[in-house]
């Protein structure tokens, strides 16, 4: 498998959301795109579509329009910025 990944927008808003996973303001929205190999090269699309990625932990939650992504940026804005460790 081969995956290539691209940045979604460059909005500032879409940009260093919370991570449920490492609890760091790392996330933002990707275009991900998995293929399977033979030798190296790309062959078949596995995968085509959208994701949250988190750089740090790796972590990745699927969306799939902008509504979905507003709804999370929205959920996000009610988060307090220092979460207590």
């Known amino acids: 498998m081969r995956s290539f990944d691209s940045s979604y927008d460059s909005v500032p808003g ?3 959301l919370y991570c449920p996973n490492c609890h ?3 996330v933002g929205p990707i ?3 998995e293929f399977f190999t033979v030798w190296f090269i790309p062959l078949v699309p596995v995968f085509w ?7 740090i932990c ?3 939650q699927d969306f799939k329009n902008e509504e979905q992504l507003n709804k999370v ?3 996000q804005q009610n988060l307090p910025q ?3 460790s």
């Open 14 to 16: 879409h940009q260093n």
């Open 24 to 26: 760091n303001f790392s």
């Open 31 to 33: 275009k991900r795109k």
């Open 49 to 55: 579509g959208k994701q949250l990625h988190c750089p």
């Open 58 to 60: 790796n972590w990745r």
């Open 73 to 75: 940026i929205q959920e």
């Open 82 to 84: 220092k979460l207590p």
